[in-house]
């Protein structure tokens, strides 16, 4: 089952490629200098990044060229990842926004890249193949980040006049124009590297995730000295000394935890009473874990989830299933989960006409959507690494995130309501364990929504090992895990 139980893949920053830079036009210049940042997944020293930076012109325009190459091995479903990034910012010196970026990322078999040119008040996109050419128009006064320095936090929330301050951000993961927001929670002194900073301490809101970080910015030259995640990713500055500390990061402490039980035939689980203590990011409501087939009592404060949920799972036999082709104007209410999407492109010519392929002569939307749920089954292999709907089709693997969005476009393709929920589920991992996870849910009329994961090959059900904690969002979602004991559970003979 390793191949079809696969987690969220690790995400570190922007996925841009490296290209050649000298079409620039750019004269480099002596002065030059260079550090190292440690990475750590949860206490874990599996990783690390040799920063460059040096002092340039672009015609009679002084920037910095920032170089940054990253390294970073973790073991995951018993198979080592190593992940190599590739990042380069062409700084103005005047404003601290970057005027040109590139970079590259390879895990396992994804490589993804682009690069980015600032002109005009617009910013250029291009895939690392070429294939897409997008311009955003920026908006005044947007920042344009790059990874290390943050030049704007240490000027206004550096002094302690202000204490909390949005910013309109380029998101180079996105290409979109977000909001964050920073709180000042105080200052410290830090020693790190044989150096002394004086910095201010921020927490910083990504609205895409959900996460919160902390991040300390040096007062004097506005770079992050250190970053610590909800996720248990660690950065910080360090010395050379830190190529000689590498071991392999344990992903699978954070992904999955260890349980009270063993279920050998886990698909037959039918009811599981469950006593948690976990935190969701982002967090969830009680709309999102009190649905049919689960019921949540306990308490929710603030990102912490503690109290039992009682899962059971009654297979859904098609009755009164909605005709098909479905008469969409019946589903107005339900119309957000029969558009495309970014990652879910129900639109997209390729997958509209191999859902039509796939879904040809069904008698009822429930038969359609499981003749869909087999074809994601039987087509897409497992994986570690994330993609969206048409990057899973093309590619024929990913993992449970990428297999979920391939399933709900296939499904508005053919015009029945689908979405992607995500939550934990029980698998057989370490003697028994729950693991972090995502599937659909499917709309049928009177029948409401009924989940199938199609990761396990649950193709028209789902197992009462699986516990949801709301639709998917955002691009990542964590669950820390505390405690998971099963109190009780059934199965199906």
């Not at 309109?168 to 002394?196: K, M, P, S």
Request: aromatic share 10%; charged share 25%; proline share 3%.
């Amino acid at each position: 089952m390793k191949k079809n139980i696969a987690i969220y893949s690790l995400s570190l920053l922007a996925v841009l490629s490296l290209v050649a830079c000298s079409d620039r036009g750019q004269k480099e210049e002596n002065s030059s200098s260079g550090y190292y940042v440690a990475i750590e997944i949860n206490g874990d020293l599996c990783g690390y990044s040799r920063i460059h930076l040096s002092d340039s012109t672009i015609g009679e325009e002084k920037i910095r060229i920032l170089r940054q190459n990253t390294w970073l091995n973790f073991e995951a479903m018993g198979k080592v990842i190593n992940q190599r990034q590739r990042f380069t910012y062409f700084i103005d010196s005047s404003k601290g926004n970057f005027i040109y970026h590139d970079s590259y990322i390879k895990q396992g078999n994804l490589e993804m890249g682009g690069y980015m040119h600032v002109e005009n008040g617009k910013v250029r996109v291009t895939t690392l193949e070429g294939r897409q050419d997008t311009v955003v128009v920026l908006p005044e006064n947007v920042v344009l980040p790059n990874t290390q320095f943050f030049p704007w936090l240490a000027d206004d929330l550096g002094t302690g006049e202000l204490t909390e301050k949005s910013y309109t951000v380029f998101d180079v993961r996105t290409n979109r124009i977000t909001e964050f927001t920073y709180i000042r929670l105080g200052e410290e002194r830090l020693d790190l590297a044989g150096g002394h900073y004086d910095a201010v301490l921020l927490s910083e809101s990504d609205p895409m995730t959900g996460m919160k970080t902390k991040m300390w910015i040096d007062k004097k030259s506005g770079r992050c000295l250190r970053r610590e995640s909800q996720n248990h990713l660690s950065m910080y500055l360090t010395d050379a000394s830190v190529l000689k500390k590498i071991k392999t990061g344990r992903w699978d402490d954070l992904a999955f935890i260890k349980t009270n039980r063993s279920v050998k035939d886990f698909h037959k689980l039918s009811y599981m009473k469950i006593q948690a203590v976990l935190e969701p990011v982002p967090p969830v409501s009680r709309e999102d874990i009190n649905i049919p087939g689960q019921r949540f009592s306990g308490r929710i404060d603030g990102d912490l989830v503690e109290g039992i949920f009682e899962i059971s799972q009654d297979k859904y036999d098609g009755q009164e299933a909605p005709s098909f082709p479905s008469d969409t104007t019946l589903y107005a209410f339900l119309g957000r989960w029969l558009q495309a999407e970014e990652r879910i492109a129900s639109d997209d010519p390729e997958l509209v006409a191999k859902a039509k392929e796939i879904t040809e002569g069904s008698g009822d939307s429930w038969e359609a959507s499981c003749r869909i749920g087999r074809w994601v089954a039987e087509n897409i292999k497992g994986a570690l690494e994330d993609g969206t709907a048409r990057e899973t089709f093309d590619r024929r693997w990913g993992n449970c995130a990428s297999q979920s969005l391939l399933m709900a476009a296939l499904c508005r393709a053919a015009g029945i309501p689908a979405r992607v929920v995500w939550g934990c589920v029980y698998t057989p991992e370490k003697g028994g364990s729950f693991g972090h996870h995502a599937w659909n849910e499917i709309y049928m009329g009177r029948a409401g929504w009924i989940p199938v994961d199609v990761t396990l090959r649950e193709t028209d059900y789902v197992n009462a090992g699986h516990l949801r904690l709301g639709i998917l969002h955002t691009r990542q979602t964590v669950i820390n895990f505390r405690e998971m004991e099963i109190l009780e559970l059934r199965t199906t003979e």
